[in-house]
């Protein structure tokens, strides 16, 4: 099976604008997760949707929004981009069962200046 | 409130020493937990995880309820061990919780 996949992989912006990220999950998987990394903070998690619901959601402020479609694919949109926000952004897929192993993308790399 | 706490940012030992790497858990509930680990330019990978009870690349993990700890560990470490390691929670609610991570080198 072909792995999670994210684009673009890497991504420029400058403060105030919005940005739009995409992950396709493993066939078959119906969960997808976000999350934030950077080096001090380690993962933060973002939130996640499940059959194009969102399902968890972390403690990040509205600006940061997602969804899912039909075909499990997932995007997150970050509007009025902040300097703080730049991070590596990371996907996660999983069956959606309880407890399920996370499988990995190998992120989105945004800098915002 | 839900927390891993991995409280070591950066460990080293040397090639053929045993090697620890600690992991908390705060949660109410029943926990599943999973150690990933981020070899230099990958994406992050599971290691192991609690409920499957293996040794992945002579790595093993415990779980102590009582301590409420799942450390890692490998009798010998070696070279291409040399990652960054995170310690995961996964509650109920299928949400995971990830430990600020430990970077580890093993030194030839």
């Known amino acids: 099976k072909a792995g999670v996949t994210q684009t673009p992989r890497y991504l420029i912006k400058t403060r105030g604008q919005q940005v739009t990220l995409s992950c396709s999950p493993i066939?078959?998987?119906?969960?997808v997760s976000w999350y934030q990394q950077t080096p001090g903070q380690g993962l933060q998690f973002l939130f996640e949707?499940?059959?194009?619901?969102?399902?968890n959601k972390g403690n990040f402020p509205g600006r940061f929004s997602g969804r899912q479609f039909s075909n499990s694919r997932s995007e997150m949109n970050v509007s009025t981009l902040e300097l703080g926000d730049s991070a590596l952004y990371l996907c996660?897929?999983?069956?959606?069962?309880?407890?399920?192993?996370?499988?990995f993308g190998p992120g989105t790399r945004l800098l915002v200046l | 409130a839900q927390r891993v706490t991995q409280p070591e940012k950066l460990l080293s030992v040397f090639k053929g020493a045993p090697v620890e790497l600690k992991c908390n858990y705060s949660?109410?509930?029943?926990?599943?937990l999973f150690w990933y680990v981020q070899y230099s330019r990958q994406r992050l990978q599971l290691l192991l995880r609690?409920?499957s009870r293996e040794s992945i690349k002579g790595f093993t993990a415990d779980l102590n309820k009582g301590e409420t700890s799942f450390h890692l560990k490998k009798p010998f470490a070696q070279e291409e061990d040399s990652a960054m390691y995170y310690c995961a929670l996964s509650g109920e609610s299928n949400q995971f919780y990830f430990g600020t991570g430990t970077s580890l080198t093993v030194i030839p």
């Open positions: 949707y499940f059959s194009e619901t969102q399902r």
């Open positions: 609690h409920i």
């Open positions: 066939s078959g998987h119906r969960s």
């Open positions: 996660a897929s999983s069956s959606g069962q309880t407890q399920e192993t996370q499988y």
């Open positions: 949660y109410s509930g029943s926990p599943e």
